[in-house]
């Protein structure tokens, strides 16, 4: 550099980069899961209700964008679907004549349903009747939860409402579903009927148009709704999980879990920039000399090359010209060495628990593995009990009510394959032949009113009662939960590894 020349500073930005693994949903999700709320809140019903379409009082889409972002949230909703009505039905038969009438099969329509009713606090089941018997079954399926809203049709009668189902991705069009029972008598409403003939008869006539039997002036004056889109053939079939938020739809149980599901993710978030970032330098970098803006762009070049996944930690040498007295290279560190010490692990355990902890479920079948000597009391024998007792058993019985006052009313068959339309009984989907021992000698958990088979089918109460309360792990011993509890070390049967004292003589 000549003598007088003026010196130059040059300065490397290099910004630490963020790779979004949340798509955004992180950001004040509680508050968007529940940004639909305040639509849905209404006068109490002798103050009328309000007419037109009731919001839902979630976002349905981001709940459901939410368990593909924690791996707790999302065991807890596999369990529960899959321990509720994932076993299917003790009647056999339900299945045999609901099988040929769906897409797929019965089995299917009830898995989705039960994911839509502890994602979304319901689940919405379509029902679709021939044109020869108007209450003859001929489709079962499936509706996407986030595609249905109620649409309450006049203001002075909150019993009047039907169901709006939009089309997939918003391309096809938007149908009018009737509640269970109501498909004729919503027609009656809206003036689809059949022309009657100057002899007082329909037969043989075209559909009335739809604007035929309405009056304007009555339907401003009754606060009547007009209908979204054509009226199908069909009903639905609608399981909430009861709330006081609203008196058409449902509210999941886990909400609470939402402020740590998203503290999870901001922490993985953390963890996921610092390592995809390890290169970023965390420290201040002087060089003093004449010689350094000879190689100014190489250095640049080299501490960028710290970029992204499997560049943390990498060695670069280089040479800078000149003696080292024209020299001087001085580092001040800024950034911590590691993310060790964060608590990353004792916080993600911690949450792990409170998110299980809202959904209601233990923490074994959440596959949390808990510190300390686990087993010891049976705890997840006692947490599965529990379990059905509390949260999964309250399910089945919901699903079981409504299928049986629906599928299981009189007057509705069901169309088959070949022969005769088959009928089923609310008694079968309630379960009421259930007995304690199946005629093969295997167990059943029994509960009035629950007809689905449960994750404690093959344990007597006795054995459930025995396993509650012994104080040694079931795993390991020779005892058989059927014979009840040890009155002494003299009890234990031989052979057990266990014993300690011969078995007490035969009197």
């Known amino acids: 550099m000549a003598d007088g020349a003026e010196a130059e500073m040059k300065v490397i930005s290099s910004y630490r980069t963020s790779q979004d693994i949340h798509g955004g949903a992180g950001s004040k999700l509680f508050v968007i899961l529940k940004k639909a709320v305040a639509d849905s809140v209404r006068t109490p019903t002798n103050a009328g209700v309000g007419v037109g379409m009731k919001s839902h009082l979630m976002d349905k889409m981001v709940a459901r964008e939410l368990r593909d972002f924690n791996a707790t949230h999302a065991i807890c909703l596999d369990a529960k679907k899959a321990a509720s009505v994932g076993l299917g039905h003790r009647e056999q038969k339900i299945h045999e004549v609901l099988d040929p009438l769906c897409r797929f099969h019965w089995q299917d329509v009830l898995d989705a349903s039960a994911e839509d009713y502890w994602e979304g606090g319901e689940c919405f089941i379509e029902v679709a009747f021939g044109d020869e018997d108007p209450r003859k079954v001929t489709f079962l399926g499936h509706l996407d939860a986030s595609q249905v809203h109620v649409e309450i049709e006049n203001e002075d009668d909150s019993e009047l409402y039907h169901y709006i189902v939009d089309g997939e991705g918003g391309e096809s069009q938007t149908r009018v579903m009737a509640k269970w029972g109501d498909l004729a008598a919503l027609k009656a409403r809206f003036g689809i009927g059949v022309q009657p003939q100057p002899d007082g008869s329909a037969e043989g006539a075209d559909p009335i148009p739809l604007v035929a039997l309405r009056n304007a002036n009555e339907v401003v004056r009754t606060g009547t709704t007009a209908l979204a889109g054509e009226i199908v053939d069909s009903e639905v079939i609608h399981i909430r999980q009861s709330t006081n938020r609203s008196r058409y739809y449902g509210y999941p149980d886990y909400m609470s879990a939402v402020p740590s599901i998203e503290l999870v ?136 009510r409504m299928l049986a006052v629906t599928l299981g009313a009189k007057g509705i068959t069901f169309a088959q394959p070949e022969g005769a339309a088959a009928k089923l009984s609310a008694d079968q989907f309630l379960g009421k032949g259930a007995k304690p021992m199946t005629d093969d000698g295997v167990p059943q958990f029994v509960q009035p009113g629950n007809g689905f088979n449960t994750i404690l089918d093959g344990m007597t109460l006795g054995a459930a009662n025995t396993l509650a309360s012994m104080r040694e792990p079931i795993a390991g011993s020779a005892r058989n939960p059927e014979d009840g509890l040890l009155g002494g070390a003299r009890d234990r049967p031989a052979g057990d590894p266990r014993s300690t004292r011969r078995p007490a003589a035969a009197s």
């Open 265 to 400: 993710q901001v922490m993985t978030q953390f963890e996921f920039d610092f390592f995809f970032n390890r290169g970023v330098p965390e420290f201040m970098l002087f060089l003093l000399g004449k010689n350094i803006g000879q190689c100014w762009d190489k250095i640049e070049a080299m501490i960028k090359a710290g970029h992204g996944p499997g560049n943390s930690h990498k060695t670069a040498a280089l040479h800078i010209p000149g003696s080292p007295e024209e020299t001087k290279v001085q580092i001040e560190r800024l950034g911590i060495d590691g993310s060790a010490d964060n608590g990353f692990a004792e916080k993600s355990a911690l949450l792990d628990m409170r998110i299980a902890t809202a959904h209601g479920m233990p923490p074994q079948l959440a596959n949390i593995a808990l510190p300390g000597k686990i087993g010891a009391a049976n705890e997840g024998p006692n947490a599965m009990l529990t379990f059905q007792q509390r949260k999964l058993g309250q399910c089945q019985k919901n699903f079981s």
